[in-house]
């Protein structure tokens, strides 16, 4: 089912948001005996702290910790807690909260209502939301839709979500919204000249494709490129056994532009989308490509593979070229890219790269507005010279492993003549159970994304 608010029909249960400094006003407020009650379970209002009001036949209501001012600015989401904590059934707030609180608390909870349950045979009941007065429920539901489907084809496992399956996923997302979709697969990769997706992906006997959607006939030109490695053992340069376990996640860039696409086209904005997904999947066999094989791009720069594992770039190369074609007013590329952007930044904040300033800016105000908290990273000139190898115009994986995620995007920057250029170099898992977030996949970037364009394409 997709994430839907409750019906506002007399029927649901109430839930008082209470913070630490209004508890005692609170308190003072109620009957003695819900008084006494939660002074003997010990309720403090801390946040995201959860009591249930007894009464005949099971709770009547509930309350939940709003915390203390320091509490909410360093936790997002933390009343989405309540919606996995509480009895099934609906409820509503119960508090006169900001509107920027009250729609992060709505959201955190269809958020929170996310299980990925395609393996398991118990699927358990869950409590429901009433939209708060004066949310755009309409809008929320969409946002968590689209959340809901990146973190799909991010859990599903490799042997169900290879480059075929993400092109199912794909089309059906087309067909769902009136979009058009095309696909290139296997050798035709050579025939309509994306070279670099053909020798990333051939060692597979999954073929590998570029898929291709548009939507929309009028208004700006939105293209977004999302990297779909459905697998990366590594290639010739494979990974280790604890590296690769996570690898089911390398097409996380392909399922948060395919999120974010839903979101745009659930929400009908007035703009001409596209959307590039190279699928490929990264394996080892005699026709694998090897370390210090040089590359011939669809843009005709010559890349010397020194490590067979930076396949991602190369890949989102090409794609980024065709991309470019399209002449976009603004052209986005969203990848699991490297593990330097985890060490500089951690799981939890998106690092983005741009040149314009306006539009950093913009979506960096966005994403604090939405819960979606991403962080500009600098296109650092001086390290150009990084990736230049000398033999070949560049080098997919330069030594020393310094800057790594820097010069990831600058690699990707040569591909991209668009003056309006943005890209994510995002992590796409969650390592540990938080509050609207179970461990697992999860989207970055899209929200912030979704609440800035209007700014940035003046819709």
């Not at 042997?159 to 996923?169: R, T």
């Not at 992906?201 to 898929?211: C, K």
């Not at 779909?228 to 996570?246: I, Q, R």
Request: glycine residues 10%.
């Amino acid at each position: 089912m997709p994430p839907r608010f409750a019906p506002a029909d007399g029927t649901s249960r109430p839930l008082h948001v209470v913070s630490a400094e209004g508890l005692p006003g609170w308190l003072a407020a109620r009957p003695q005996a819900v008084r006494d009650w939660l002074t003997g379970c010990g309720f403090a209002a801390g946040l995201g702290e959860l009591a249930l009001l007894p009464g005949e036949g099971g709770p009547v209501a509930a309350v939940v910790g709003h915390g203390t001012a320091r509490a909410r600015a360093r936790t997002r989401f933390a009343l989405a807690r309540a919606a996995t904590a509480l009895p099934a059934g609906n409820w509503h707030l119960e508090a006169d909260l900001p509107p920027q609180d009250r729609d992060e608390a709505a959201l955190g909870w269809l958020l929170a209502q996310y299980r990925f349950d395609r393996y398991a045979s118990a699927k358990p009941a869950t409590a429901h939301l009433v939209a708060p007065p004066g949310c755009d429920a309409a809008r929320l539901e969409a946002i968590a839709a689209g959340e809901w489907l990146t973190r799909d084809l991010v859990n599903t496992p490799a042997n169900d979500m290879g480059p075929a399956d993400l092109e199912a996923a794909f089309r059906a997302l087309a067909a769902r919204f009136g979009a058009t979709a095309t696909v290139v697969a296997g050798d035709d990769l050579l025939a309509q000249n994306l070279p670099m997706i053909h020798a990333v992906g051939r060692a597979s006997d999954r073929a590998p494709r570029l898929l291709d959607m548009t939507w929309g006939t009028a208004g700006p030109k939105l293209t977004l490129v999302g990297k779909g490695v459905c697998f990366d053992t590594g290639g010739l340069d494979l990974k280790g056994a604890a590296n690769m376990l996570l690898m089911k996640k390398d097409m996380g860039g392909a399922a948060t532009v395919m999120g974010l696409a839903q979101m745009i086209m659930a929400l009908d904005l007035p703009l001409r989308l596209r959307v590039i997904v190279p699928a490929v999947e990264n394996a080892v066999s005699g026709r694998a490509m090897r370390p210090r094989d040089i590359l011939t791009s669809r843009k005709g720069l010559t890349v010397e593979v020194n490590d067979t594992d930076a396949e991602g770039r190369l890949i989102l190369a090409d794609a980024l070229t065709l991309a470019g074609e399209g002449t976009p007013d603004l052209l986005i590329s969203m990848a699991t890219l490297t593990g330097a952007a985890r060490v500089a930044l951690g799981p939890d904040l998106a690092p983005f790269y741009c040149d314009d300033e306006v539009l950093a800016v913009a979506l960096q105000a966005a994403g604090t507005e939405v819960c979606d908290p991403v962080w500009r990273l600098p296109f650092w000139a001086p390290y150009e010279a990084m990736i230049e190898p000398g033999i070949a115009d560049l080098d997919n994986a330069p030594s020393g492993g310094m800057a790594g995620s820097i010069t990831a995007a600058l690699f990707l920057r040569r591909f991209v003549d668009t003056p309006r250029y943005l890209h994510f170099d995002i992590y796409a898992h969650q390592p540990t159970e938080a509050p609207a977030r179970p461990k697992g996949g999860v989207g970055q970037g899209a929200r912030a994304i979704l609440q800035a364009l209007p700014q940035i394409l003046a819709l």
